[in-house]
């Protein structure tokens, strides 16, 4: 059975730092490009980060730039969503989703396996 679960989340200052790892099982994630969705209470699932397949590429959503850094490694299995200078706008939960075909960020629909999301709470 195919799944992605996301790991990291967690309360933290404004300011501060977390990493979020995202787990592959049941298939290997070589082929797959990686995106990771931030929904904030209230508001819907918007697309922040993603990678190629062989990990060559990133894009990011304009809320994020300069501040997350997405990475892979896929010996392991593994994806990260690495966040610094976190403000209480980033709290929400966070996903991990992967795709079929290296053609950048897109939205939700264009993702074809998704994790249950991990809880980032940003507050002072």
């Known amino acids: 059975q195919m799944r992605v679960v996301e790991s990291g989340g967690g309360l933290v200052q404004p300011g501060g730092s977390l990493r979020l790892s995202c787990e592959a099982s049941g298939f290997s994630l070589d082929n797959w490009a990686m995106g990771w969705f931030h929904q904030a209470p209230g508001k819907e699932r918007e697309a922040i980060a993603y990678i190629s397949s062989d990990g060559r590429k990133t894009e990011y959503g304009r809320s994020v730039q300069g501040r997350f850094t997405i990475s892979r490694n896929n010996t392991k299995n593994q994806g990260y969503l690495q966040m610094r200078s976190l403000n209480p706008e980033d709290t929400g939960f966070y996903y991990c989703?992967?795709?079929?075909?290296?053609?950048?960020?897109?939205?939700?629909?264009?993702?074809?396996?998704w994790g249950l999301g991990t809880q980032v709470i940003v507050f002072s």
């Open positions: 989703a992967v795709r079929l075909g290296d053609t950048g960020l897109g939205n939700r629909a264009d993702y074809d396996y």
